[in-house]
């Protein structure tokens, strides 16, 4: 892959909230890279975090939270390519009022170990969260530990062509 950095790691935030309980919402992150000079974002690790789900007696609940290179219409599992890191919560009970709860969680790669988890050719990213079976909305955060480079010619094309046919 040719690329050189252009700046130090640095971190970008944001958050997201759903516009109604158990409905897919996202929000746009602006990247805002120089596609003149080829620049791209390097994601050297990402950390998602969302509010748990909701206890309900006799009701499944969770919550899921994925960060995409694309625009979604509902979260996605990390095996989509357009997937760049995803969050998982969920709480199964039993049928009986006040018996056993089982909690699953799923949570996403806070540190990748290699040189970088992923590279964002476009000036944006998405953050969607879904619940389902919660009485009232559910959130989430993401912290994105990236570095700016610039790409050659070639890695440029191939990285914006593969981002273009992820929709």
Same mark, same amino acid.
């Given at each position: ?6 700046? !130090? ?6 958050? /997201?909230?759903?516009?109604? &309980?158990?409905?897919?919402?996202q !929000? ?6 120089? =596609? ?6 390097v ?12 206890? /309900?007696?006799?009701?499944?609940? =969770?919550? @899921? ?12 599992? +990390? =095996? ?12 199964? /009970? ?12 799923n949570?996403?790669?806070l540190?990748?170990?290699? !040189? ?6 476009t ?14 909305? *559910?959130?989430?955060?993401?912290? +994105?530990?990236? *570095? *700016?480079? *610039?790409?050659?010619?070639? @890695?440029? &094309?191939?990285?914006?062509? =593969? ?5």
């Amino acid at each position: 892959m040719g690329f050189k950095y252009s700046s !130090e790691q640095f971190e970008i935030r944001a958050s /997201v909230t759903e516009s109604a &309980a158990n409905v897919f919402t996202q !929000e746009e992150i602006q990247i805002n890279l120089d =596609s003149l000079n080829r620049e791209i974002l390097v994601i050297m690790s990402v950390d998602i975090d969302t509010g748990e789900p909701f206890l /309900v007696d006799g009701t499944n609940t =969770s919550v @899921t939270a994925s960060l995409t290179k694309t625009s979604q219409t509902n979260t996605l599992p +990390i =095996s989509n390519p357009a997937c760049i890191a995803n969050v998982s919560k969920s709480i199964r /009970v039993s049928a009986t009022p006040g018996s056993g709860v089982a909690f699953q969680e799923n949570m996403p790669i806070l540190e990748h170990t290699g !040189e970088y988890h992923s590279i964002l050719a476009t000036d944006n990213a998405f953050i969607g969260v879904e619940g389902s079976g919660n009485p009232s909305a *559910r959130g989430a955060n993401v912290l +994105i530990k990236a *570095r *700016r480079a *610039r790409a050659d010619a070639d @890695t440029y &094309a191939a990285l914006v062509t =593969s981002e273009a046919g992820l929709n």
